[in-house]
């Protein structure tokens, strides 16, 4: 079975950086496309960005371009995604997944960490 464990989620002031890692194991990692979602209390489940099974290619949400980037370390089994400029209305609970490759359908979900902003 695959498994996806986040890490590096915490309180951080508006204004400030974060950088999440999503550590995968027992499955071929560098064969899927990797995705992060966040999801605050009261709204649905959002996806924050993607990155092909390469790493060649990336994509956002909107409200996410340009403060934060994904990027994976295939020799790690690891993706990353580096988030700054936060917002208070950034505050959630960060997902990794794992997608079943050419579809949308996630097949490993993480357990999630939390992402605090506040001051």
């Known amino acids: 079975q695959g498994q996806l464990v986040e890490s590096g989620g915490g309180l951080v002031q508006p204004g400030g950086s974060l950088r999440l890692s999503c550590a995968a194991s027992?499955?071929?990692?560098?064969?899927?496309?990797m995705s992060w979602y966040r999801q605050a209390p009261g709204k649905e489940r959002e996806l924050v960005a993607g990155?092909?099974?390469?790493?060649?290619?990336?994509n956002y949400a909107d409200s996410m371009k340009g403060r934060f980037t994904i990027s994976r370390d295939n020799a790690k089994n690891t993706v990353y995604l580096q988030m700054n400029s936060l917002k208070p209305e950034d505050t959630a609970v960060y997902l990794c997944?794992?997608?079943?490759?050419?579809?949308?359908?996630?097949?490993?979900w993480g357990q999630g960490t939390q992402v605090t902003v506040s001051s």
């Open positions: 997944a794992a997608n079943i490759p050419n579809s949308r359908v996630v097949r490993y």
């Open positions: 027992g499955f071929t990692f560098s064969m899927y496309p």
């Open positions: 990155i092909t099974s390469s790493g060649s290619r990336t």
